[in-house]
């Protein structure tokens, strides 16, 4: 096992004493969210749709050690309007650059609701402040979400199409010469990773990890348990590939870290649960020089 400040300390490339910098301040060429005091007052932050009731800072004991007090509590219905809460990068992340993102996690199991006959995800990751807009479920001449690397999660389970699934999803630039951009929209430069289901505790301290690996034509997903000694133990099975090369046009670059909350326009919602948030973080280079083998579990 490994301590959860040795991790961070790799994906961040600094101290967990700089949990203490101003949220989304920069140390060296990471970028770094916290949320001991309330970030919705930053006037860095960047904050799209109706936002309102989405997102709202509690003042609660760490969740793990090393932690800092504080949390960004976060609701994601599909049924309500679209908002976006987002941070800016020290520095932007292309198409060539390897990079790792991390976010840290409760899942609260008070009033969890994933309906079997749904399908809709928890989300966060990165995006282009410029490209990305707002109809991520969107197919045919009105998607507009472009440039989008995300962590999901689906946590319906049903007996039709299975689950829950941890789904990683990117969206490249528009690409308008392809045949089938007309009608599939920002799904005509994309790809998408379903693997065997898993599903993700609740009530307890999760390490995601989002790793972008272009030599490997490959972004890769995992999740982690963060025991109360602040080690490090991986969820069973909560690890999926991405293959890049299913794009047909390899060309994105990211300005910004954040919470993606999609709405589907539906009457009921999918999914009506509430995460709440400790460390949202993304630096370049790789956590560690390990394989793509060994991370995907071969």
Excluded: C, K
Aim: aromatic share 12%.
């Amino acid at each position: 096992m490994r301590r959860i400040s040795f991790v961070l300390a790799a994906v961040l490339a600094i101290p967990f004493a700089a949990r203490a910098a101003a949220p989304g301040a920069p140390a060296g060429n990471a970028t770094l969210v916290t949320f001991a005091a309330d970030p919705l007052s930053d006037s860095r932050i960047r904050l799209e749709g109706a936002f309102a009731g989405r997102v709202a800072w509690r003042d609660d004991a760490p969740a793990f050690p090393g932690d800092a007090p504080g949390s960004l509590s976060a609701r994601y219905r599909d049924d309500w309007p679209f908002a976006r809460v987002g941070w800016p990068l020290a520095e932007p992340l292309d198409e060539e650059t390897p990079f790792t993102a991390a976010a840290a996690f409760v899942i609260e199991p008070e009033g969890f609701w994933a309906d079997p006959n749904g399908f809709f995800e928890i989300s966060f990751g990165l995006y282009s402040s410029e490209a990305t807009g707002a109809q991520r479920v969107w197919y045919g001449p009105d998607a507009d979400t472009f440039e989008l690397l995300e962590f999901d999660y689906f946590p319906n389970v049903s007996p039709l199409f299975g689950g829950p699934y941890l789904s990683p999803a990117l969206f490249g630039a528009a690409n308008e010469d392809d045949p089938a951009f007309p009608f599939a929209g920002a799904y005509a430069n994309a790809a998408f990773y379903f693997g065997p289901p898993v599903e993700l505790p609740q009530g307890e301290p999760l390490l995601a990890l989002i790793e972008h690996r272009p030599g490997q034509d490959a972004a890769v997903v995992s999740v982690s348990r963060i025991l109360e000694d602040g080690s490090l133990v991986p969820v069973s099975g909560a690890v999926a590939v991405l293959p890049l090369d299913a794009l047909t046009l390899r060309r994105y670059a990211f300005d910004t870290l954040g919470l993606t909350f999609w709405s589907s326009g539906a009457e009921a919602p999918a999914i009506d649960v509430t995460v709440r948030y400790h460390l949202l973080a993304v630096r370049p280079g790789l956590v560690a020089p390990r394989s793509l083998g060994e991370v995907a579990g071969d």
